[in-house]
């Protein structure tokens, strides 16, 4: 079994595709994380019109099918697109934009929800204890930070489990933008199950592993932990 | 500090007060029923809530000066040590260790001085959030029923504290709470509110 298990990872495609995978899932982890979390604490703070449409259209967004964000991207992209110049289309970096536009709502979205629930608090405690604007920012931040850890893992795990916009933005190339999940559905197809199950073994020990982070950093700060 | 017209609605509940004057450096309870507005007092003189109308006049008082100890204190997700030297972290000041250390014995918090703060009891909540107000030492402090709902061992210690601190640099208290008990032989002015009103008794 392992050895059968390390013959399928040794084979070039697939490092490559695992490779290919993280580059796209960590890039477009970190992009989504940074306007996400931006944009959900902004939208917490901040009262002003259309602020309740706003939310509701963001909520939306959180479960937007994979395929039609892949879909407009591939409009925005492709040659004859406005975008057609930049020869985004089948790289990596188009996979990315993709990728960016799914997670980034889910992120924010979940931002804005744990920011709701307490970031009022922490105003509230900062201003009694004299703390300046910027430091109170701070404050917020830090006591969120296990909130923050949690949409990161989670926007990471939908980047490396998504199929459709991956699969119509980049094509699916082997060796420059096939990953481990286009290259399980490809294998699919082929009739070719024995690598695909092997692929499908990998993402799961990833998925397992994100788990467990997801569960460290629930579990930090429980009731007998010393500092 | 002065207050003059100050108004404030929210909902049903409509408080006004037309001329309130906090004498520096003593002690002032404030009573009332539960529901009649002291804890949103204290939040407008706090800053925490935005009055719709009126003055409020701190007499040179920054915001810096002032605190408010809250009836359920946030405890930031950190040891009982980071969250009493909060206060003087953002102030850039160097906490005394052997102040900390000797503050944290008094109140009887110097086992849990590296535990999880939010692991504290309610009773050692309180302590902690006293201890944190006094620490950067402020020149009004608010008290939001913080001292009630406490065994009377650890209110007359409270007391004992308060006290000290006026013996040795005099401040301004407001202690609110809705029944009369033990802090209250510590105030040196007592006000009586109803109905977002305070009345003479």
Known sequence: ?227 | MRITNLEKTIGKFHMEVNDFYIEPGKIHGIVGPNGCGKTVFLKMLAGIITPDKGILDYEGLSSRDITMMSQQPYLMHTSVYENLIYPLKIRGTRPDEDEIDEMLNRVGLREQKNQYARSLSSGERQKLSFLRAVIFKPKLIMVDETLSNLDSESEEMFVGIISEIQKERPITWLIVNHQMDHIYQLCDEIHYMEKGRFVKK
């Open chain 1, 1 to 227: 079994m392992l050895e059968w298990l390390k013959s399928v990872v040794s084979d070039a495609g697939i490092i490559s595709a695992v490779k290919v995978t993280f580059i796209m899932a960590v890039s477009s982890t970190a992009i989504s994380s940074v306007l996400g979390i931006l944009f959900g604490l902004l939208l917490e703070r901040f009262s002003f019109p259309g602020k309740k449409i706003i939310v509701r259209i963001n909520r939306t967004l959180m479960g937007v099918p994979p395929v039609v964000a892949g879909l407009v991207v591939y409009l925005l992209i492709m040659r004859r697109g406005p975008l057609g110049p930049l020869s985004l289309l089948f790289t990596i970096k188009g996979m990315v934009i993709a990728q960016v536009l799914i997670i980034t709502p889910i992120i924010s979205g979940m931002i804005y929800s744990y920011a709701r629930k307490s970031a009022p608090s922490i105003r509230a405690f900062a201003v009694t204890m004299g703390a300046t604007r910027w430091q109170t920012a701070k404050l917020i931040i830090r006591e969120l930070r296990k909130e923050i850890y949690f949409c990161m893992v989670t926007g990471f795990g939908r980047s490396i489990s998504e199929v459709g916009a991956v699969m119509l933005v980049g094509g699916n190339i082997k060796g420059r933008t096939r990953t481990m999940t286009t290259t399980i559905s490809l294998l699919k197809s082929q009739g070719i199950f024995t690598e695909g199950v092997a692929l499908g073994i990998l993402l799961l020990v990833m998925a397992f592993i994100l788990q467990w982070i997801c569960d460290l950093l629930q579990k930090e700060g429980e009731e007998d932990e010393n500092y």
